[in-house]
């Protein structure tokens, strides 16, 4: 079994500042990936970025890093920079290579709301 | 232009018809996925294909079916079984299920509302 925990439903962040958005997993793969999406209002799932659990680095994608703790089990997304673009449902998921082969795994979300 | 269409936009269905809903891809993808979001919730996997002719249960299956005949393809059915069937529907692809290293590529989702 996989599981994805955001405990989050909503956040603020000021404009220009930076925003972690939360997320823990479990699973009993050895071997899975990390994923965030966006979801803006429109509806349409837009993937950021992606953390294998045997990467050494932690991933980077321009704005976007994710503070990988795999001891903790944890995959924090970090958005710096924060624009008023940024609002919108985030998504962390999982998904596995072993027992969980291709079954994909998504949290409740984290609504981000970026003021002026 | 490389993606994934799923039609129709929206669909009505009255209680106790079933309804299928198309999910077309030309990314070559091996692997296909059904979700179903509800208001203000996350997406939950409804089934999911990992190759032509093969395809596996998710976390709520009960109430649709589906098929993968071709490739590129992966219908869903929501069937009369399904109690509460009103939802916005989304369909994914990826290159391989079995790396983990590849993200979903999503379709625009379809809204059904059971009148």
């Known amino acids: 079994a996989q599981k994805i925990t955001q405990t989050q439903p909503g956040m603020f962040v000021q404009e220009k500042e930076a925003v972690t958005l939360d997320c823990t997993y479990d699973?009993?793969?050895?071997?899975?990936?990390l994923f965030w999406y966006k979801q803006p209002s429109s509806g349409e799932m837009i993937f950021l970025i992606y953390?294998?659990?045997?990467?050494?680095q932690n991933a980077t994608e321009g704005r976007y890093s994710l503070n990988f703790q795999k001891a903790r089990k944890s995959a924090n997304l970090v958005i710096s920079a924060s624009q008023l673009g940024d609002s919108a449902m985030y998504f962390c998921a999982m998904r596995g290579m072993n027992t969980n082969a291709g079954k994909s795994t998504f949290g409740d979300g984290t609504t981000l709301t970026v003021k002026p | 232009d490389g993606g994934i269409t799923q039609s129709p936009k929206y669909l009505f269905r009255k209680e106790g018809q079933n309804v299928t809903l198309s999910c077309e891809q030309n990314l070559n993808h091996d692997a296909m996925y059904w979700y179903r979001q509800d208001p203000g919730q996350g997406l939950r996997l409804i089934y999911y294909?990992?190759?032509?002719?093969?395809?596996q249960k998710g976390d709520i299956a009960e109430g649709y079916s589906v098929s993968r005949e071709k490739k590129e393809s992966f219908p869903l059915t929501v069937t009369s079984a399904q109690k509460n069937p009103t939802a916005f529907y989304l369909c994914?692809?990826?290159?391989?299920?079995?790396?983990?290293?590849?993200?979903?590529?999503f379709g625009p989702g379809t809204r059904l509302t059971v009148l």
């Open positions: 994914a692809s990826s290159g391989g299920a079995s790396s983990s290293y590849n993200e979903q590529f």
């Open positions: 699973t009993s793969d050895p071997s899975y990936g």
């Open positions: 294909s990992q190759i032509v002719n093969d395809f």
């Open positions: 953390q294998g659990s045997y990467d050494q």
